[in-house]
């Protein structure tokens, strides 16, 4: 266990103790790299990405209420510089239909680099899915937030985080199955 817990130590960086910022940054910054790469696929994109969240955390600081866990906050600042990005991204659906909509169809850095065909397979079936269904699985089984976090974060009931995150592994499946040559069935 970490000797400082998150919380307290943005609660100083809340207090204007700014330096601390460092220490949740290298706590946290490859997880939200890691998050952020499932979601956009961009090396680039993501680092920037990672970059804007501290930006927020610094500058809105004097919003942390510190009643729930650092990361559901931290991940409620992602989730919004991801949809800002989103929006900016003019040549692209509207951001309503971005979440209902499959990605792009081109590789991610995972499959260039990871080794085996069901890895890459794998990540090509994620790359598929819809932004919404890509975010929960990357949340619940990638960043293992717990579904209680994860219902915190979206607002939702556990039992709908739940349904959300069964409904996104069954179409993960389907994608999975279809991309191995398989059909759907």
């Known amino acids: 266990m970490n000797p400082h817990p998150d919380r307290e130590i943005m609660e ?3 207090e204007g103790k700014v330096e601390k910022l460092a220490i949740l940054f290298e706590r946290h910054h490859v997880p939200l790299y890691n998050f ?3 979601l956009t696929g961009s090396q ?3 680092e920037d990405l ?3 969240v501290f930006y927020r955390i610094l500058k809105y600081r004097h919003t942390y209420q510190g009643q729930s866990k650092f990361t559901i906050w ?4 992602a989730r919004n510089a991801h949809i800002d990005h989103l929006r900016k991204r003019k040549e692209e659906l509207p951001l309503e239909e971005q979440w209902d909509e499959a990605a ?3 590789p991610s850095p995972y499959e260039e680099v990871e080794k085996g065909q ?3 397979l794998l990540n090509q079936a994620l790359a598929r899915l819809p932004l919404k269904k890509r975010e929960i699985l990357v949340l619940s089984r990638f960043q293992n937030m717990k579904y209680r976090e994860i219902a915190e974060l979206f607002g939702w009931q556990i039992g709908t985080v739940k349904a959300s995150v069964h409904r996104a592994i069954k179409d993960l499946g389907k994608i999975y199955f279809e991309l191995s040559g398989g059909a759907a069935s």
């Open 74 to 77: 931290m991940y409620q600042i």
């Open 12 to 14: 100083e960086v809340k």
């Open 118 to 120: 069901d890895i890459a």
């Open 36 to 38: 952020f790469l499932r």
């Open 44 to 46: 680039n994109f993501s």
């Open 50 to 52: 990672v970059q804007d």
């Open 104 to 106: 792009a169809r081109e």
